[in-house]
């Protein structure tokens, strides 16, 4: 079993920045491949960004640039840096885990937090 807890959201102004953390416990999580989505009000769930180890990372075109996906040396510990924050970015933000690397969407992950809140103001 993996347990998945974020934190980190907050209200920003847009163009301001955000770090969220995602502690994971459980069998054999720091090899897991590790996610971050978010949802919308009145919207899908969709794939953020992904990480398995150093260098293999996976970015949604919407973030590419300004969102950087990273894991501590430990493993147990993602974290999501978002830069240059804009309103359309406004979402419930989750992490994710599972044992292999496919997709980024939420049908390839079997473990979720709870979920972070992020509002970017205008």
């Known amino acids: 079993q993996v347990q998945l807890v974020e934190s980190g959201g907050g209200s920003v102004q847009e163009g301001g920045s955000l770090r969220l953390s995602c502690i994971a416990s459980?069998?054999?999580?720091?090899?897991?491949?590790m996610a971050w989505f978010r949802q919308a009000p009145g919207q899908e769930r969709e794939g953020v960004a992904r990480?398995?180890?150093?260098?293999?990372?996976r970015y949604a075109d919407s973030v590419k640039g300004r969102a950087t996906i990273s894991k501590d040396n430990a493993g147990n510990t993602l974290y999501l840096q978002m830069n240059n924050l804009k309103p359309g970015d406004t979402a419930r933000y989750y992490c994710?885990?599972?044992?292999?690397?496919?997709?980024?969407?939420?049908?390839?992950?079997?473990?979720w937090g709870p979920g972070t809140q992020v509002t970017v103001s205008s």
């Open positions: 994710a885990a599972n044992p292999l690397c496919s997709g980024l969407t939420t049908s390839d992950f079997q473990y």
């Open positions: 459980g069998n054999t999580v720091s090899v897991y491949c």
């Open positions: 990480v398995l180890g150093v260098g293999a990372t």
